[in-house]
T-cell receptor
């Protein structure tokens, strides 16, 4: 069964460093997303990506964040200068559209 | 601001009983509704989707949607200890992104 894969599963980084989180969405899906979940809090939408461009972003997704689909399979989230408050689980998801979204296993980002 | 509201719980249900989880949403134009299950430290796992008013059944799970009342529910029959998890209600937005409730923690007591 096709699945969304994310790497790494856990990343520890120092405050101010850049991190790139990687995702391989399901191959025939068209819409790609990043969500985050701070420990003990609700899942929050960050950004949606369709047709090689951002289709919507939340107020969380400021200039420190960027997304890219560098080739036909990978979908990346970059945080330019990490802050302590960026520590969270980051989930990638994909969907064909107005149907179910499937999630990767997540990357736990710890900023120290 | 589109919102999805859930009772945070915990909801404690005896094994074998029916667990009933509820969710309300603010955007009357919402079209797609989802229930996800999340175990601690894991990613959300899709349980049910529902798109039209009424009931939708899948095994031990039944999703119910009432668009007039802006209300979605999930029933779990014959609850098992393995059903203990946080259940997340999500509503699809304009670009099919999901707007999430805070989740209801369900505890099934043997």
């Amino acid at each position: 069964e096709p699945e969304v894969t994310q790497t790494p599963s856990h990343q520890v980084t120092q405050m101010g460093q850049e991190v790139i989180l990687r995702c391989v969405p399901i191959s025939n899906h068209l819409y790609f997303y990043w969500y985050r979940q701070i420990l003990g809090q609700k899942v929050e939408f960050l950004v949606s990506f369709y047709n090689n461009e951002i289709s919507e972003k939340s107020e969380i997704f400021d200039d420190q964040f960027s997304v890219e689909r560098p080739d036909g399979s990978n979908f990346t989230l970059k945080i330019r200068s990490t802050k302590l408050e960026d520590s969270a689980m980051y989930f990638c998801a994909s969907t064909r559209g107005n149907r179910e979204a499937f999630f990767g296993q997540g990357t736990r980002l710890t900023v120290v | 601001q589109k919102e999805v509201e859930q009772n945070s719980g915990p909801l404690s249900v005896p094994e074998g009983a029916i667990a009933s989880l509820n969710c309300t949403y603010s955007d009357r134009g919402s079209q797609s509704f989802f229930w996800y299950r999340q175990y601690s430290g894991k990613s959300p796992e899709l349980i049910m989707s529902i798109y039209s008013n009424g009931d939708k059944e899948d095994g031990r799970f039944t999703a119910q949607l009432n668009k007039a009342s802006q209300y979605v529910s999930l029933l779990i029959r014959d609850s098992q200890p393995s059903d203990s998890a946080t259940y997340l209600c999500a509503v699809s937005g304009s670009n099919y992104q999901l707007i999430w409730g805070a989740g209801t923690k369900l505890i099934i007591k043997p």
